[in-house]
């Protein structure tokens, strides 16, 4: 059975035989994936009243353990957005009582956010619906091939250079 990516595979190697288009199809088919993922992951975290970045801050602060708050430059580091954009996004989460601001009574410079009652108990809900949703998602691939795809996704991530303690948003 062949896929969309096939088809302008097919195309390329119509009008232009002197190209090899595999690694379209494989970039191609990474890059569908993503799209298709984050529109069913953006419809799952919305039933928690949820964006997707929101839910990036809650479930950082939550995965850090206790006392669940970092420091803002922590939460900019874990991203891929700048100190303004996290200022912003955590000025609607205070807003909507999920996460606090505090300032470092040692360092008046240093900004502490800390995760709320509330805001724990929502990313606890959410997080539990989003790995549901993954397995949903990942239902078409066995076990095995998804172990087989993670450490193909891992290796191709190491050689573009992405390792354990880069902090670029994931």
Do not use: C
């Amino acid at each position: 059975m062949k896929d969309s990516v096939d088809r302008v595979l097919d195309q390329w190697r119509a009008e232009r035989p002197d190209i090899d288009p595999e690694p379209m199809g494989v970039v191609g088919r990474i890059s569908r994936a993503a799209r298709i993922l984050e529109r069913r992951l953006r419809e799952r975290f919305a039933a928690h009243n949820l964006q997707a970045h929101e839910f990036d801050i809650l479930a950082t602060l939550r995965r850090s353990g206790t006392p669940y708050r970092l420091t803002a430059g922590a939460l900019v580091e874990s991203s891929m957005v700048t100190y303004g954009a996290i200022a912003n996004r955590i000025d609607r989460l205070e807003a909507r009582g999920l996460v606090t601001r505090e300032t470092d009574p040692g360092n008046r410079r240093s900004l502490y956010i800390g995760l709320t009652d509330p805001g724990r108990e929502l990313v606890d809900a959410a997080v539990g619906d989003h790995v549901d949703n993954e397995t949903e998602l990942l239902a078409g691939l066995s076990d095995d091939e998804q172990q087989e795809l993670a450490a193909l996704l891992r290796k191709l991530l190491l050689s573009f250079g992405d390792t354990a303690t880069d902090n670029d948003g994931d």
